[in-house]
């Protein structure tokens, strides 16, 4: 061994640990407890907002004379340089029991002890409603673009598929012709119908905690007016003991978020289904597809198979947060510090699910060959019907008689159209004249002219109004 072997510098001690209480208890809490009670692992990613919700508040507490002029821009300077270290990771490693502490432990270690000043009329219970709050609105705005995307996938692939016609299914059965644009449009309309909830949410998110205090209000006069216009909320909370457990607005943007994983599951079930060799309608892009361990051959839908799974990861936070909060009181209890947790796993997943899923839909590859072999007479049961009730017959009877000819197709092993003229007279007389006035597949597709059905007029009235719902600003 060397004589001068070098040394290596340990690294510097963890910071000593800075909380915000405790001068009523003899000693600390037990490693076991503070494993439990610690949520900077969690809440560490609120930083920036329970910064910008601290110089607020600074700014407030200098209005009413708490701080001085000079300390109050003391302490908005030192607050800066606290985001500075946060930005470059200080939070990575530290020892401070939340985000809150943390921040006001480094703001010790900027500007001293005027940092002290920083908690007046303040507690924890308002400051993490507001900081979650202010990141919500964030991560809804990301979110909502997110879903605009896909909508916008789902209408530019719609738009190429007008002229496309497929079977449609109710039941996991053959039901009507329509038109591939016609089944993409079901796709995009409940994602608009999310993005109106999340702005409807959004309403209610945007409402300020901060000057609640712990439970009945700041002790001292700040204006929560114009906290509410710094920090960018639309509203003053009307009750500070409601405000400051009020988690209503996890809880419904949760909801939001396990509908839209719903929807994104419906569309994964049926393009899983669509890519499947039996049918063979679509195909995904190699980017947006996976092969087996085993099989050389597979070609694994997994981005919507995972799109589907993940559907009930956000049920799973809504049904968490729900069952927490229906056995606490009024007021804020620690049974609140879990809403993060579940709030940014639903934010994380839909982060990831929602690009996936667009990337695939952009990159889909329409078989249109298949879905027309896919189209089967039987799909015109219901046109016959509509005709025999232009002759007179009364749709119930109709129905009936159309049943009937049904019956003898595969009885006879014939398409619906093919059954001889003489049995679909004997059955009725106006039958076979039916059965020889059936027009083309886009024939069939144009009766459907309703507003809202499959039409050619529809679609493209459709796509107009999806194409300015998910426009960009929109």
């Given amino acids: 061994m060397p004589a001068h072997q070098p040394t290596e510098t340990p690294p510097p001690p963890p910071p ?74 200080a939070a990575a490693g530290a020892p401070d029991e939340d985000v809150h502490t943390l921040v006001e432990r480094l703001l010790y270690e900027e500007i001293g002890a005027v940092a002290g000043k920083l908690h007046t009329g303040r507690s924890r219970n ?12 964030e991560a809804l705005d990301q979110l909502d673009a997110d879903l605009a995307a896909l909508g916008r996938a789902l209408v530019e692939r719609a738009r190429e598929g ?14 009507q012709p329509v038109r591939w644009a016609f089944v993409l449009l079901a796709h995009a309309w409940p994602l608009g119908r999310d993005r109106q909830r999340l702005a409807d949410a959004r309403r209610r998110v945007a409402e300020l905690p901060l000057g609640s205090g712990a439970l009945a209000g700041s002790g001292f006069p700040v204006d929560r007016v114009l906290l509410k216009e710094a920090l960018g909320f639309r509203s003053v909370s009307a009750n500070a003991l409601d405000a400051t457990g009020d988690r209503d607005f996890v809880a419904e943007v949760l909801f939001t978020m396990a509908l839209v994983g719903t929807h994104l599951s419906r569309l994964g079930a049926e393009l899983v289904l669509y890519a499947s060799a039996e049918f063979g309608f679509v195909q995904l892009s190699d980017a947006f597809s996976t092969g087996s361990s085993l099989m050389p051959q597979k070609r694994n839908p997994d981005v919507f198979e995972l799109a589907r799974a993940k559907a009930g990861r956000l049920l799973g936070d809504l049904v968490a947060l729900l069952t927490t909060l229906k056995g606490i009181p009024a007021g804020y209890q620690k049974d609140l510090q879990e809403d993060k ?49 232009e002759a007179g017959v009364p749709f119930h009877e109709s129905h009936g008689l159309v049943g009937k000819l049904v019956r003898e197709a595969e ?53 107009e109004e999806l194409r300015k719902a998910f426009a960009p600003g929109a």
């Fill in 126 to 137: 308002d400051q993490v409603a507001t900081d979650l709050r202010l990141w919500t609105l």
């Fill in 341 to 389: 947790a579940l709030l940014f796993d639903a934010f994380d997943t839909l982060a990831v699910v929602l690009p996936a899923a667009t990337g695939a839909v952009q990159t889909l590859t329409l078989n249109a060959a298949r879905m027309a072999a896919a189209l089967d007479a039987s799909l015109r049961a219901t046109d016959l019907a509509d005709l025999l009730v």
């Fill in 162 to 175: 007008v002229d496309v016609l497929l079977p449609g299914y109710t039941h996991g059965q053959h039901a």
């Fill in 411 to 463: 009885r006879a092993g014939v398409p619906l159209d093919k059954v001889p003229a003489a049995v679909a007279a004997g059955i009725h007389p106006q039958l076979g004249a039916a059965v020889a006035q059936l027009g083309t597949w886009e024939d069939s597709v144009e009766s459907r002219a309703t507003a809202g059905g499959a039409s050619r007029k529809s679609v493209e009235d459709q796509l």
């Fill in 16 to 89: 000593p640990a800075h909380q915000m209480w405790g001068g009523r208890f003899a000693f600390g809490p037990s490693e076991a407890l503070d494993a439990l009670n610690r949520s900077l692992p969690v809440d560490h990613r609120l930083w920036p907002q329970d910064v910008a919700a601290s110089k607020a508040w600074v700014q407030a507490l200098g209005r009413v004379g708490v701080l001085s002029p000079a300390e109050e821009t003391h302490m908005l300077e030192g607050l800066d340089r606290v985001a500075e270290r946060l930005a470059d990771g």
